[in-house]
């Protein structure tokens, strides 16, 4: 179970609303390398995780996951409010407008609804701890992306925050695999026969 | 503006970090004894300044301290609302 806490995990403080930029951030909201699906996958797959460490970090990741969904909504939330019909349509945020108006729907920049396909939980740990570090990594380089289109200061701080979070995730996933793979038979050396479903 | 209001929910921030930092760190470090020290201070101090804000200002989990009269938690502005015409000051940031 969770307790929330009344406070998000990184001040989003946000001055000058900004449609344009609020379509680039939903890719991180319900996008294939969005909070969303990074909390969906870590908190599915510690259900089958071989060790109580490595269950540990899948757990308390996709938690910390859940944080920064949230940051990415107020991030979204402030850039979009209080906008006049012609700031809607000049910024392009038209499209996404006209179905939910400035409320927050899982999808990506393009309007795709978020989707459990851009994730995997296949019961295995190293498939599942592999596809984790790549899943840090392409939400690293989501931000990277966001940094280069995105110019406000009030912005640009809670993404770079968000950012650095995917490179220690992703530092912490390593140390996992590495504790998987120190339960392997010691002939297994790439990891080829696991049998941690045994 | 009540500055003190925000400067402390920023000191629980910060202290909340380091404390999620240190739990992931540990998670695959368990018997890093330099951590769980570090870690305990963090506990020690986050509490501390969590009874501070909530004897003051409210609450900040809905199970935390004792409530008054009144149930603060269902009241006060929440942590996304930030620049919407209500008091800015009282965002927790």
């Known amino acids: ?198 | 503006m009540n500055g003190a209001k925000e400067k402390l929910m920023r000191e629980i921030q910060i202290l909340g970090f380091a404390i999620v930092e240190t739990n992931l760190f540990l998670n695959t470090h368990p018997d890093c004894e330099k951590a769980v020290a570090f870690l305990n201070d963090l506990i020690e101090k986050k509490n501390e300044k969590t009874a501070e804000y909530e004897a003051k200002y409210g609450h900040v989990t809905a199970a935390g301290g004792r409530y008054r009269q009144s149930f603060d938690w269902a009241k006060s502005l929440w942590p996304w609302e930030y620049g919407f015409g209500t008091d800015e000051a009282e965002v927790n940031g």
């Open chain 1, 1 to 198: 179970m969770w307790i929330y806490e009344k406070k998000l995990q990184y001040p989003v403080k946000i001055k000058n609303p900004n449609p344009a930029m609020a379509k680039v951030i939903m890719a991180q909201l319900g996008g294939p390398h969005g909070e969303l699906g990074a909390a969906t996958r870590y908190l599915s797959q510690r259900i089958s995780a071989p060790d109580s460490r490595i269950k540990a970090t899948l757990n308390d990741v996709g938690t910390e996951e859940l944080a920064h969904l949230e940051m990415v909504s107020a991030i979204i939330c402030q850039l979009t409010r209080k906008m006049t019909p012609e700031e809607i349509k000049k910024s392009g945020f038209d499209a996404y407008f006209v179905n939910h108006t400035a409320g927050i729907y899982p999808a990506d920049a393009n309007g795709t609804p978020f989707s459990a396909k851009t994730i995997a939980s296949t019961g295995d740990a190293l498939a599942d701890l592999f596809e984790d570090l790549a899943a840090e990594q392409k939400a690293r380089l989501s931000y990277d992306n966001i940094l280069r289109l995105v110019d406000d200061p009030d912005v640009r701080d809670p993404i770079k925050f968000l950012r650095e979070r995917e490179i220690v995730h992703f530092q912490r996933f390593g140390e996992a695999l590495e504790i998987a793979k120190s339960k392997l038979d010691c002939k297994n050396y790439y990891a080829y026969n696991p049998s941690f479903d045994k």
